[in-house]
């Protein structure tokens, strides 16, 4: 009796610890869950940069206007120039200076850091400054070579846009034999205000490329 007892004891022990261990909280052995990961928007791109220059008579002369430049995505400047009182063909060309004075004559040479001979974008020689002709007072192009707010030596910053009174033969130094300087304008960083003269100096501005014609120009 004494044996059959003790064996009976080893069953209900063996018993008790197999109902321990199949009782143990599911949340001892179950995996962790891992959080998705939250997705964020990149950041958008930073706007282009811009610069513009507005265009103001010299003298008894009437034209007036306002030319903008844009940073394109693939490099380059894309111009826009609109002015007033300007019909048939004129000479349009980036400064060297600063400002313009009451004659234009501040706003000295063509801006021409490679110091080429005078000629027309796409082709060799030309300035820097050399835009060519803009006829009924609309102009669209795109500059390849042009910078804005670089500080490089393709930087339009602090350079004048000039008109001139005749077309531009794209060929004679030093201007293209395009006469007198009839409307001038300083090219500011950001956009300029209808309230800059061309007498102010142009401590900012936009980058421009020598071009010509009403469209886009082909690169060098």
Same mark, same amino acid.
């Given at each position: $009796?004494?044996?059959?007892? *003790?064996?009976?004891?080893?069953?209900?022990?063996?018993?008790?610890?197999? &109902?321990?261990? &199949?009782?143990?909280?599911?949340?001892?052995?179950? /995996?962790?869950?891992?959080?998705?990961?939250?997705?964020?928007?990149?950041?958008?791109?930073?706007?282009? #940069?811009? +610069?513009? /220059?507005?265009?103001?008579?010299?003298?008894?002369?009437?034209?007036? &206007?306002?030319?903008? *430049?844009?940073? +394109?995505? +693939?490099?380059?400047?894309?111009?826009?120039?609109?002015?007033?009182?300007?019909?048939?063909?004129?000479?349009?060309?980036?400064?060297?200076?600063?400002?313009?004075?009451?004659? =234009? #004559?501040?706003? =000295?040479?063509?801006?021409?850091?490679?110091?080429?001979?005078? &000629?027309?974008?796409? @082709?060799?020689?030309?300035? $820097?400054? %050399?835009?060519?002709?803009?006829?009924?007072? @609309?102009?669209?192009?795109?500059?390849?070579?042009?910078?804005?707010?670089?500080?490089?030596? @393709? %930087?339009?910053?602090?350079?004048?846009?000039?008109?001139?009174?005749? +077309?531009? %033969?794209?060929?004679?130094?030093?201007?293209?034999?395009?006469? %007198?300087?009839? /409307?001038?304008?300083?090219?500011?960083?950001?956009?300029?205000?209808?309230?800059?003269?061309?007498?102010?100096?142009?401590?900012?501005?936009?980058?421009?490329?020598?071009?010509? =014609?009403?469209? @886009?120009?082909?690169? #060098?």
């Amino acid at each position: $009796m004494r044996r059959m007892a *003790f064996v009976l004891t080893l069953v209900a022990a063996a018993g008790l610890v197999a &109902g321990c261990g &199949g009782n143990k909280d599911e949340s001892e052995t179950a /995996a962790p869950e891992t959080a998705a990961p939250v997705e964020t928007a990149p950041p958008p791109p930073p706007p282009p #940069k811009t +610069a513009m /220059a507005m265009v103001q008579p010299l003298g008894s002369n009437q034209i007036s &206007g306002q030319v903008t *430049f844009t940073q +394109a995505a +693939a490099g380059g400047v894309d111009v826009q120039v609109t002015l007033q009182n300007a019909t048939g063909e004129h000479g349009l060309h980036v400064h060297e200076g600063g400002e313009c004075g009451t004659d =234009g #004559k501040a706003a =000295g040479p063509h801006w021409n850091p490679q110091n080429e001979k005078h &000629g027309v974008l796409g @082709s060799t020689p030309h300035h $820097m400054g %050399d835009l060519g002709n803009i006829t009924g007072g @609309s102009l669209t192009m795109h500059v390849p070579d042009w910078t804005i707010g670089d500080g490089g030596a @393709s %930087d339009v910053i602090g350079h004048t846009v000039v008109v001139h009174a005749k +077309a531009d %033969d794209l060929k004679t130094d030093p201007a293209g034999n395009s006469g %007198d300087r009839v /409307a001038c304008g300083v090219i500011t960083m950001g956009g300029g205000t209808p309230t800059e003269t061309p007498m102010g100096t142009g401590s900012t501005g936009t980058e421009m490329t020598p071009g010509s =014609g009403t469209t @886009s120009q082909p690169t #060098k």
